[in-house]
């Protein structure tokens, strides 16, 4: 149980360096009823008299930040699963380093046992990962369960494809690929082939669904503006009068001759018609022959 102490310490200006130091419960210290143990973080080096406990003849045990860490670091390393020093992994892309988003990635991986027991290639796994924090998965993907057995001094290639998603075009993430075996005594191992930070790339050719749909949008709506264009000309054209034409008097049907004397009508109807140019030509040709 920890509680900040009731007394500052005397020197402050070693707070800069802090450990844990944690005190024994309050029966033995000799607290009080309804006293908290006593645990505070104090400065490195800070004896009872710094951190005003003197009184409650508590003795501190003082662990530096360093120690925990390492501490933290021995309890991961315990459950953690390693590569046999007596197999060796390769792995080849098939396509080279290129991870196209919303595309297949395939890669073979190389098993060789350079052991004189028998392994047992159980399960191959993918996963990406976010780039800080490995622990934070971003896209897991199905593990390939292969359960064959590779004798001494043999090899064996396995085959894994994935589809990176295509949100995650453009983007940096760390893939990782572990390879789970076991020996002929049961024991467990894991190989990380691969952990390292990767691009995602986004898909340059091709059309995807949005593209064709917006291709097909504007088309229509091209299209919606051609045909709205056409009926407007027209029916301006419809509205539009048709211009009056001058006829002209070339007509005699419409000359009123009422108010003309008929005496002076008798002698135009009676007078000759006047001949045409050629036939007053051909007639003077024909007098000037004789």
Request: net charge negative.
């Amino acid at each position: 149980m920890w509680a900040w102490p009731a007394v500052p310490p005397a020197n402050p200006a070693l707070l800069y360096k802090m450990s844990v130091c944690v005190y024994l419960p309050q029966e033995r210290c000799g607290a009080g009823p309804g006293q908290i143990p006593w645990g505070l973080h104090a400065p490195v080096g800070a004896s009872v008299r710094d951190t005003g406990l003197e009184a409650s003849g508590c003795r501190p045990v003082c662990r530096s930040s360093e120690t925990e860490e390492k501490e933290e670091e021995e309890e991961a390393s315990v459950g953690e699963v390693k590569a046999s020093p007596n197999a060796d992994t390769t792995i080849l892309f098939v396509k080279g380093d290129d991870f196209p988003a919303n595309e297949i990635v395939k890669f073979l991986l190389g098993f060789s046992n350079k052991g004189p027991e028998n392994f047992v290639v159980e399960s191959l796994d993918a996963s990406f990962r976010y780039p800080q924090d490995y622990q934070f998965y971003i896209q897991n993907f199905t593990a390939l369960q292969l359960g064959i057995e590779v004798p001494a001094s043999r090899q064996a290639t396995f085959e894994y494809s994935f589809i990176p998603a295509e949100p995650m075009g453009g983007r940096p993430f760390g893939l990782v690929i572990n390879l789970n075996y076991k020996d002929a005594n049961g024991n467990i191992f894991q190989d990380a082939v691969f952990n390292q930070t990767v691009t995602i790339t986004e898909r340059e050719d091709g059309l995807d669904g949005e593209t064709i749909f917006l291709y097909v949008f504007l088309s229509g709506l091209g299209l919606l503006v051609v045909v709205g264009l056409h009926q407007l000309i027209e029916s301006r054209k419809r509205r539009r009068p048709a211009p009056k034409v001058e006829m002209g008097t070339s007509s005699h049907n419409d000359v009123d001759l009422s108010w003309i004397p008929q005496e002076t009508l008798n002698q135009i109807n009676k007078a000759s018609p006047r001949r045409s140019p050629r036939k007053r030509n051909q007639k003077r040709s024909a007098g000037s022959d004789e």
